[in-house]
């Protein structure tokens, strides 16, 4: 574990050996890219962020409604859970 730490290869992603993103910002980035291109997986943690005010993102609850309405639409199961559809 210490060798694979020192060596970088935790800070890299196991799929694609993308650098994992380094603070709240490189992160939400991400998260937005992945919901503009319509990922439901990516719209309902967005939902997640903003009913929790997670991140950086002010709490707004209509908000993460809306994005997990969204989400359900385009096929989370967790969305429809949360949303009792």
Request: aromatic share 8%; with cysteine; hydrophobic share 40%.
């Given at each position: 574990?210490?060798?694979?730490?020192?060596?970088?290869?935790?800070?890299?992603?196991?799929?694609?050996?993308?650098?994992?993103?380094?603070?709240?910002?490189?992160?939400?980035?991400?998260?937005?890219?992945?919901?503009?291109?319509?990922?439901?997986?990516?719209?309902?943690?967005?939902?997640?962020?903003?009913?929790?005010?997670?991140?950086?993102?002010?709490?707004?609850?209509?908000?993460?409604?809306?994005?997990?309405?969204?989400?359900?639409?385009?096929?989370?199961?967790?969305?429809?859970?949360?949303l009792g559809i």
């Amino acid at each position: 574990i210490l060798e694979a730490r020192q060596r970088g290869i935790n800070d890299s992603c196991p799929f694609c050996g993308t650098t994992r993103p380094r603070g709240e910002a490189s992160l939400i980035a991400i998260i937005q890219k992945r919901v503009s291109k319509r990922d439901a997986a990516a719209v309902f943690f967005l939902g997640e962020l903003y009913y929790h005010g997670s991140l950086g993102v002010a709490k707004d609850v209509p908000r993460a409604i809306g994005l997990w309405t969204e989400a359900a639409e385009l096929g989370s199961l967790d969305a429809h859970c949360l949303l009792g559809i």
